[in-house]
Structure formats: structure tokens, C-alpha cells
């Protein structure tokens, strides 16, 4: 048998009178419930929107892009791009050409990301899921047309149903720029808005897409692209992604960048690990200003405790028993807590996942706060509230054995 153990369970379970310690002990545990419950809720809803924001950027950034080493664009090889669309869990190849450019649309002007892109990605686009206004369309015959983010359609009054065109600048790349007549120097194509979507704020505010065509006429470019985009089949792991960036490294040469979806925006993710590590971070911060209620009651317990102490003093036990006796006694404390808060707070985020009964405000892209329980956050939360528990129980323990009871 466990001395120290059977000792402690007995102290925190046994029946005892109602006393300010019991009350204190008590709030302890209730605290370190709510702190863990809170914690687990917290990170399970972060999740959510992390998913959230994730799934919006697929709709926009591939799971592999093929990009030059230097320079901004490059003529792609038939031959070797046909060898990448063969690779196992390969869905699409998509060639794309971006830049930055200058939009007038019936008086209203302003910059805008263009993304041109061939015929096959006006097939199988992502974004024609969503669509706000018209549709994905960028063709009409043989006009070409353009699609724009809901934020930048917004700003420049574009509407699909007006009938006015938007006209397209970017400066010529093979004519000096001239004072006397700067139109010369500049090139323009125009068409009409078909669609509006929606991803997020940011990608709706600067994105337009537009026929690959055109897009290579407005910036002189005959057969050049800035990136091959491939898509891969939804059932393909990370794991096989990794392996066939690898293959398609083998295929291309060391003259391109082969990036997964966080390299290509390495900033954004990296932001979203920082947040989750602040957030966490700051909540366990809280739990450990909860834990020191364990502090203050386990203090009042040795004390209240001495004729005890010296009793099992006399019966034999050594300091170091008694230490752990009250350390232990310390640490149920908070692991009671800690167990009814994961209890508590993985119970009612796995609910919110399931059945999304906690509604979001406003016009949002879901109904429903987003929540994704995932076991290493438990993992983590368990080891984190379980470690500030024992280090706060062994605070107290350590002094006072000896020096109040002695």
C-alpha cells in the first residue's frame, strides 16, 4: 500500500466538518475545473476557425505550386508537366500567370491582383462553389470575361448584370515610358465582369481571375506562366503530398521551387501556430494564479494538521513521508479539478462540433461556431494543469513540514 497516498485520499475525501480549509480546497478544485474546461473549449474553438481559414485559402492556393528559382516566370515543358499530371493522386495541373495591375471600372479605379489561368481551371475551379453574383465564367463564346472578389467588386462598383467593362493596365515591358505620350507606354485589355466571389476578406479585396490569354497579352508574354498549380485528390495524406513534392523535384530539376500550401504562405501559417501558442500560453498563465488557492489551503491544512504530524512522527515517518503525504494531498486537489474540467469542457466542444448549437453573429461564412477537438490539445492540456498542480503542491510542503510542526 501506498502510505502517502491512502494518507492524502483520506484527508480530501474523508467526511469532515465544513471549515474555512475544506471551503478554500473546495474553490480549488472548481477553479482548476473551469480553467482546464475553459482551456480545452478555447483551443477546440482556435481549431475551428484554423480549419475554417485553411479550407478558404484551398479554394485560392494549391496543395503544390511549381514556381521558377529565379525570376518571376518561366515557359513550361510539355513534356515534363505531363509527366507531374501522371504522378499517383495528381487530380489537376492548372498554368497560371499573376501580377499586380491597375483597374478602371465605370470611373472607379484602383489596384488588383490578377491571376490569369487556362481553360482546364475554368472547369474544375474551386471557387465556383463561391459564388456570390453570376457565375464562374470566364468566357463567353469567344469574349473573354473576368471574375472578381466580393471586397474589390465592392470598392470599384462592379456588377455583373451592368453591362460596362473593366479595363486592365499594366505598363508595357518592351516600350520606355514616355512623358509626352504615357498611353503608348502602357498596356490594356478589357472585358466584362461575369462573377463575384467570396473566400475571405483579404483574397476578396485584391483578387480578379481572368483567361490565361489575356492575361499573357497584357503583360507581352507569349507562352510564359509564373506557377503550374496542382491539385491533389481529397483522400491523399500529407505524407503523400510530401512524397510526390519530392517526385515532382525529381522531374523538374534544381531550376524550381516545389511548395506546399504552408510554404507558399509561410507567414500566414506561422502567425496562426503563434496565436494558438499565445493563446494557450495566456490561459494556462490563469490557471496557475487559480492554483494558488492550493497554496493558501494546503498552508492552513499542515497547520491545522500538526497534532497529526507529530503523531505520525512518533509512529516513524520521516519528513520525506510527510512531504509527499501533503504534496500528494495538494495535487488530488487539482487533479479532481482536472479531471472534471476535460470531462466538461471536451464534452461540450465535442457537442458544438456535432450539433452547433451556439450560433455566430452577424453574416458569417458558417452558421455555427467552428470547433475541432483534437487529442493533442487534451495531451497538452493534461500534462500543463497536472505540472502546475504538483509544483504548486510542493511549495508549501516544503518548508513548513519542518519548520511549523517542528
Not at 505598363?171 to 485589355?189: C, T
Not at 476535460?342 to 461556431?369: D, E
Not at 493534461?382 to 516544503?398: Q, T
Amino acid at each position: 500500500m501506498n502510505l502517502p497516498l491512502f494518507i492524502a485520499g483520506r484527508y480530501l475525501f474523508a467526511k469532515k466538518s465544513h471549515n474555512v480549509i475544506n471551503i478554500i480546497s473546495a474553490i480549488s478544485a472548481i477553479g482548476m475545473a473551469i480553467g482546464t474546461a475553459a482551456l480545452i473549449i478555447i483551443l477546440s474553438i482556435y481549431n475551428g476557425f484554423d480549419e475554417l481559414v485553411k479550407s478558404t485559402l484551398s479554394n485560392v492556393e494549391p496543395d503544390i505550386m511549381i514556381s521558377p528559382a529565379k525570376g518571376k516566370v518561366f515557359v513550361p515543358d510539355d513534356g515534363l508537366i505531363a509527366q507531374v499530371a501522371s504522378l499517383p493522386g495528381v487530380k489537376h495541373c492548372h498554368k497560371t500567370l499573376e501580377e499586380n495591375v491597375f483597374v478602371d471600372y465605370d470611373e472607379h479605379q484602383g489596384v488588383a491582383k490578377a491571376k490569369g489561368v487556362d481553360e482546364e481551371y475554368e472547369k474544375d475551379s474551386p471557387l465556383i462553389g463561391h459564388m456570390t453574383t453570376g457565375e464562374f465564367s470566364l468566357h463567353k463564346g469567344e469574349i473573354p470575361q473576368m471574375v472578381a472578389g466580393a471586397g474589390l467588386a465592392y470598392k470599384m462598383g462592379m456588377n455583373p448584370a451592368f453591362l460596362s467593362s473593366a479595363i486592365i493596365y499594366f505598363p508595357a515591358r518592351d516600350r520606355n515610358f514616355s512623358l509626352a505620350n504615357p498611353a503608348a507606354s502602357i498596356e490594356s485589355v478589357s472585358m466584362r465582369p461575369a462573377g463575384i466571389f467570396t473566400v475571405n476578406q483579404q483574397i476578396d479585396e485584391e483578387l480578379m481571375i481572368m483567361p490565361l490569354d489575356q492575361m499573357r497579352q497584357l503583360l507581352g508574354y507569349e507562352e510564359e506562366v509564373s506557377g503550374i498549380e496542382i491539385r491533389m485528390d481529397e483522400e491523399v495524406s500529407q505524407k503523400d503530398i510530401r512524397k510526390t513534392i519530392g517526385e515532382i523535384k525529381g522531374i523538374m530539376g534544381p531550376g524550381f521551387k516545389v511548395l506546399d500550401r504552408f510554404r507558399q504562405n509561410t507567414s500566414l501559417y506561422k502567425m496562426m501556430r503563434y496565436e494558438k501558442a499565445a493563446i494557450f500560453l495566456i490561459l494556462i498563465f490563469i490557471i496557475i494564479i487559480i492554483a494558488f488557492n492550493i497554496f493558501g489551503s494546503l498552508t492552513m491544512l499542515i497547520i491545522e494538521k500538526k497534532d497529526d504530524i507529530e503523531t505520525f512522527r512518533s509512529l516513524g515517518a520521516t519528513d520525506r513521508t510527510l512531504r509527499k503525504t501533503f504534496t500528494l494531498e495538494g495535487w488530488l486537489i487539482s487533479l479532481l479539478g482536472l479531471a472534471a474540467g476535460l470531462v466538461i469542457g471536451t464534452g461540450f466542444a465535442l457537442l458544438q462540433q456535432k450539433f452547433g448549437f451556439i450560433k455566430m453573429p452577424g453574416n458569417f461564412l458558417v452558421s455555427a461556431y467552428p470547433v475541432i477537438v483534437k487529442w493533442s490539445d487534451i495531451l497538452l492540456t493534461i500534462a500543463g494543469v497536472a505540472l502546475i498542480g504538483y509544483l504548486i503542491a510542493l511549495l508549501p510542503v516544503k518548508n513548513n513540514i519542518t519548520a511549523e510542526t517542528r
